[in-house]
């Protein structure tokens, strides 16, 4: 057809982000941490990783690089500095872990007169009475067995960070009402 215009040829152009990642022998990237990263490894070792995990979430926060004597140089140079902050860090952390092991918490909930509690008191509850006392903690640092379920006293495990555990004395109570909103009106003061 005269005047028809053809599609332009759609080649696709491969597009790289950087470098390659050494690869390990088991199909992994081999990475130099840069910071301790829980469950992984320490500051400076060299770690085998999926891919995925590489490019989602140790590079992109800065928590590894790629293995080269460049970067080892770079990270046993500042390894001195890095200790010093590292060993701040877990200072503030053994701090927060000592305050919360000195509190005592009061959490109201509904309940029957047996003690069994309408609904339960979990994780949210107790960082929300922390939160009461200035003390910031993610609901995932606390370590419970299960929802609380009924009056009483709990020790509730708290994971502060690294290796810093620290317990907390939680008190579930019944909720008081309010005495004055629950008060009917006695048969005297009705009229006649």
Do not use: C
Not at 54 to 67: C, E, I, S, V, Y
């Amino acid at each position: 057809m005269p005047g028809a215009k053809s599609k332009p040829s759609r080649t696709r152009k491969r597009h790289r982000r950087g470098k390659r990642l050494p690869k390990a022998p088991g199909g992994g990237i081999e990475l130099l941490l840069v910071q301790s990263v829980e469950h992984l490894g320490n500051q400076g070792e060299v770690v085998v990783v999926r891919p995925g995990y590489a490019n989602n979430f140790l590079l992109p926060q800065g928590l590894a690089t790629d293995d080269t004597e460049h970067h080892k140089r770079r990270v046993d140079k500042h390894r001195a500095r890095l200790q010093e902050i590292h060993k701040a860090r877990l200072a503030g952390l053994q701090a927060i872990a000592d305050k919360l092991g000195h509190q005592s918490l009061t959490i109201e909930a509904n309940a029957n007169e047996e003690g069994h509690l309408y609904g339960s008191v979990g994780p949210n509850d107790i960082v929300s009475a922390l939160k009461a006392n200035n003390i910031t903690i993610t609901p995932d640092q606390i370590r419970l067995k299960g929802p609380l379920k009924e009056l009483g006293l709990y020790t509730v495990k708290v994971h502060v960070g690294q290796e810093i555990d620290a317990e907390l004395k939680v008190w579930v109570v019944p909720l008081v009402a309010d005495q004055k909103g629950d008060q009917s009106p006695s048969p005297e003061a009705e009229p006649k």
